[in-house]
């Protein structure tokens, strides 16, 4: 069965500051990586997805994430974050038919002005 | 652009009622899904339906039902509602592309409080 970690609860950091959050999965096979972000009282939007291809993926907001198969991991990472970044952001992992989205406990990311 | 839209964004209901919660998609997915998300405790699944009339039992489905009589909406029901089932309700729905679900495009969340 897959699951999912994110190994920080919470990260703090000033705005304009570079941002990883961490996120490891385990799966025995190729999975599909994705991640969300969710502002408070809000629902889950998508910031990115990886299925196959270029490790390297891009999405919105500013965000990229990388897969590292050897690693086992799908960090997302921003160059220069803005307050507006504050929010709680989920990896998940996601398999084939009959199999679903196990999603990760969640990083609260904090900004300081 | 994809619309998942939920009938309440926040409910207050007292223990014994039983709860609908509905959940309306608007992309022709096959699968939707409903999950309670808990400080702490992230997102965990209760019932997911891959197709009309069919539903399956999530990690947590005790004390939950569902129903799926149309492919766009898919309705939670709590039949006897607790205080321990105050939380974050998320539904969510996805396409599948040969074997692979596809994205899980969610909706706002309704806030139940159940005194």
């Known amino acids: 069965a897959q699951s999912v970690t994110q190994p920080d609860i919470h990260i703090t950091v000033s705005e304009g500051a570079s941002l990883e959050l961490r996120c490891n999965y385990s799966y025995g096979a190729t999975p599909y990586l994705f991640w969300y972000v969710q502002s408070p009282g809000q629902g889950l939007q998508l910031l990115l997805k990886?299925?196959?291809?270029?490790?390297l993926v891009q999405g919105i907001k500013g965000f990229e994430a990388e897969f590292k198969r050897s690693q086992s991991s799908f960090n997302l990472r921003k160059p220069s974050v803005h307050w507006s970044d504050a929010a709680e952001y989920f990896c998940?992992?996601?398999?084939?038919?009959?199999?679903?989205?196990?999603f990760g406990p969640g990083t609260r990311l904090s900004v300081l002005p | 652009d994809v619309k998942v839209t939920q009938s309440s964004r926040y409910l207050v209901k007292r223990t014994g009622e039983k709860v609908f919660l509905e959940c309306v998609q608007d992309?022709?997915?096959?699968?939707m899904f409903w999950y309670r998300q808990d400080p702490g405790l992230g997102l965990r699944l209760i019932y997911f339906?891959?197709?009309?009339?069919?539903?399956e039992k999530g990690d947590i489905p005790e004390g939950y039902s569902v129903s799926r009589e149309k492919k766009e909406r898919f309705s939670l029901i709590l039949e006897s509602a607790s205080t321990n089932q105050t939380s974050m309700y998320l539904c969510a729905s996805s396409s599948l592309v040969g074997a692979r679900q596809e994205t899980q495009y969610f909706g706002p969340g309704t806030r139940l409080l159940v005194l």
């Open positions: 998940a992992v996601g398999a084939g038919y009959g199999q679903n989205f196990v």
């Open positions: 339906s891959y197709d009309v009339k069919m539903k």
């Open positions: 992309m022709d997915h096959e699968n």
């Open positions: 990886y299925f196959s291809g270029d490790t």
